[in-house]
């Protein structure tokens, strides 16, 4: 059974969804696949694809590894 995203504030929503983008955009200045992020991040792309759309379900651990991986 899938786990239930938990329930956030809109404010909190939004920034989380505000990291995403920046996490992304940060991956394309640097001309970097997603394939390879996920890679360097010990993570497949599915997740990574979560991370850029800002998914409160993903791990803060998971946040950070992929930040590491761009030298953020």
């Not at 983008?21 to 001309?31: K, V």
């Not at 979560?50 to 791990?59: A, H, L, R």
Request: hydrophobic share 35%.
């Amino acid at each position: 059974m899938p786990r239930q995203a938990p329930t956030l504030l809109p404010k909190v929503k939004k920034r989380l969804t505000r990291v995403g983008e920046q996490i992304r955009l940060a991956r394309l200045r640097r001309n970097y696949t997603a394939q390879i992020v996920a890679e360097r991040s010990g993570m497949n792309r599915e997740t990574l694809r979560k991370i850029e759309k800002g998914d409160p379900n993903v791990t803060i651990g998971s946040y950070a590894s992929v930040l590491h991986s761009l030298g953020l």
